[in-house]
Nanobody, 120 residues
Framework: QVHVEESGGGLVQAGGSLRLSCTAS????????MGWYRQAPGKQRELVAV???????NYADSVKGRFTISRDSANNRAYLQMNSLKPDDTAVYYC??????????????WGQGTQVTVSS
């Protein structure tokens, strides 16, 4: 079993910065990728950024140049540094861990989400 937990959300003014953290804990798994998703009220959940085990990253066009995803592989952690925040970035941010278990089964685990609110 894998437990995913996020932290670091909050309220910030437009133009400000926040850093989100995510930890995947448990045993008997290896991480293929960790990603950040967000869901604003009335909208579908969307991918914000992902970092794979080889270090490659992908970003949503709306956050390129403002957000940076990074990882601490030794501790199964991922971070999302968010700069130049805009009111449109307001959403619940979720961390996803794409893992492979000892039985070679690929599974997705989600955190409970952390609220990010950007005021204008």
């Amino acid at each position: 079993q894998v437990h995913v937990e996020e932290s670091g959300g909050g309220l910030v003014q437009a133009g400000g910065s926040l850093r989100l953290s995510c930890t995947a804990s448990g045993s008997g798994f290896s991480i293929n990728a960790m990603g950040w998703y967000r869901q604003a009220p009335g909208k579908q959940r969307e991918l914000v950024a992902v970092i794979r085990s080889g270090g490659t990253t992908n970003y949503a066009d709306s956050v390129k140049g403002r957000f940076t995803i990074s990882r601490d592989s030794a501790n199964n952690r991922a971070y999302l540094q968010m700069n130049s925040l805009k009111p449109d970035d307001t959403a619940v941010y979720y961390c996803n861990a794409d893992v492979t278990t000892l039985g070679w089964v690929s599974l997705d685990y989600w955190g409970q989400g952390t609220q990010v609110t950007v005021s204008s």
